[in-house]
């Protein structure tokens, strides 16, 4: 089992850096965030982000688009845009060397008639499908995220019998895609993460670990963090904060 944590938007650190800071904190494994490595200028290469990982013995998994980014999207240019995007991450994530690539399962307003909603829901089995064949291809595990409830939006991934749901919708069966389990997400739904191991087992690559007050995605820190992911079994644990301090303290408490 790897640990480690992701690199988020917030933080200014280059790859390097990240990797030398959680060096010293005895974690060997990153999460790029796909928008972190478009936002950067310049953008690391693929053959930069291989070289640091070798430097460092780093394990990498790759977050795909998701800010502003939806496989569910109603409009079908953007949908299709947002599978050539996975596409694209896929491709990134072969190029250094990734165990993985994390995605989102889609939502859509709870507002919008039923009609609409199974529109969405069908819109983003499509893309997820797209980018599973590809994966495939590629040989890189695509992970789909469980998601949290929201009142006003319907995700299609927040419970184990939905996210059951849409990966049999995919219908990908060799291999079968991958999980990420995210036990915040699960909390702030009101779900016992380990429903979803017992639901999905071995099909969780990745473990997203922090925590929050039961209704909100806060992204607290998780002192303790080992033993939740010893008992989800995930090869790769990614401690998803907003900061370094929170990383230290998730390790250090």
Known sequence: MRYGASLDLRMDDSVAEF????????????????????TRSPPPTTEELAEVRESYDLTYTVHAPYTDANPGNLNESLRRAMAESLVETLDTAAAIGASGVVTHGGSVSAAYPDRVQTYAREQAVRTVRIA????????????????????????????PTDLAAFLDAVDVES???????????????????????????????????????????????????????????????????????????????
Do not use: W
């Open 175 to 253: 291999p079968p895609l991958s999980v990420t389990l995210d036990v915040g997400h699960a909390k702030a739904s009101g779900v016992d993460h380990g429903d979803f191991v017992e639901a999905f087992g071995d099909r969780i690559v990745v473990a997203h670990l922090h925590d929050n007050d039961g209704a909100s995605d806060a992204h607290d820190p998780l002192p303790g963090y080992e033993s939740v992911a010893g008992a989800i079994g995930a090869p790769y644990n990614v401690l998803e904060m907003k900061s370094r301090e929170d990383v230290v303290r998730c390790v250090r408490e």
């Open 132 to 159: 599973a064949r590809h994966a495939e291809d590629v040989g890189v595990p695509l992970c789909v995220e469980n998601q949290r409830t929201k009142p006003r939006t319907r995700y299609n991934t927040s419970t």
């Open 19 to 38: 990797a030398e800071f959680l060096a010293g904190l005895g974690l060997s494994h990153v999460e790029l965030r796909q928008s972190y490595l478009d």
